[in-house]
């Protein structure tokens, strides 16, 4: 009976993997609002009715693939930081950075799905949380780290966050912890920087405009570095 189960399970696993991946070629010919449950049962010569026993709705499909999309980019940042020496702290920002935009521009369907535009009806569940902040703990952590090593330098000039800010602060705290308000208040722009200039890049907004798109990113990153005040 045990063999017989595992048996099961991986023809299981086995279909379920099918699934995901013509849902995946779905996400680049029809977007996430056009994935079809059926369409994919007739491409894998399945009825209807049978794959409903695997994702028994559109929305538990869209899940998956979200979950599958956040854990996949979790794991290029983590093993992106891992790479760096710890106590360069610029460089494993540099190179989580990297990671995100090499991974989005090899995965622009996936990417689509997790920062593009929400899908009409769609609301995603609690299950996605804890794939969804992979390289948002890496990040905090770089951070949080160059904090601890009193190696962060920020630059004059810039406005101190709103008393109203503090509230906002004590949340991310969670992931970044021990750092102040303006540092939190520095590190939530450089984020934001990142993805909004991943997500230019991939949707076509730098097009006939910067021709060394490696290069200015490059560039756009140190800028981010600087304001959080990491070394140069």
């Keep these: 009976m045990s063999a017989s189960r595992t048996a099961r399970e991986r023809v299981r696993a086995e279909l379920t993997r099918e699934i995901t991946d013509i849902a995946r070629g779905q996400l680049a010919t029809e977007g996430a609002s056009g994935l079809s449950l059926r369409a994919i049962a007739r491409e894998m010569g399945m009825v209807s009715s049978a794959i409903y026993r695997y994702f028994p709705s559109r929305d538990d499909l869209l899940t998956a693939l979200i979950i599958d999309g956040y854990n996949a980019l979790g794991e290029a940042v983590e093993k992106a930081d891992a790479a760096v020496a710890r106590e360069d702290h610029t460089g494993r920002w540099l190179a989580v950075c990297h990671a995100v935009r090499d991974w989005a521009l090899a995965h622009p369907h996936e990417y689509a799905l997790l920062y593009g535009s929400p899908v ?18 890496v990040y905090g952590r770089i951070v949080s780290d160059a904090h601890e090593a009193g190696v962060l330098n920020p630059r ?67 800028c981010h570095a600087a304001l959080l005040g990491l070394p140069a």
């Excluded at 009409?120 to 703990?137: H, L, N, S």
């Excluded at 509230?167 to 540092?183: E, H, K, L, Q």
């Excluded at 200039?197 to 990153?221: C, K, Y």
């Design 120 to 137: 009409p009806g769609y609301k995603a569940p609690m299950d996605t949380v804890a794939a969804a902040i992979r390289d948002t703990v």
């Design 156 to 222: 004059d000039g810039f406005p101190a966050p709103p008393a109203a800010f503090s509230g906002d602060a004590g949340r991310v705290r969670d992931i970044i912890p021990g750092v102040p308000d303006d540092v939190i208040a520095r590190a939530l722009l450089a984020w934001t920087g990142l993805f909004g200039w991943v997500s230019f890049e991939l949707f076509g907004q730098f097009n006939n405009v910067i021709l060394d798109p490696r290069a200015a990113f490059e560039h756009a990153m140190r």
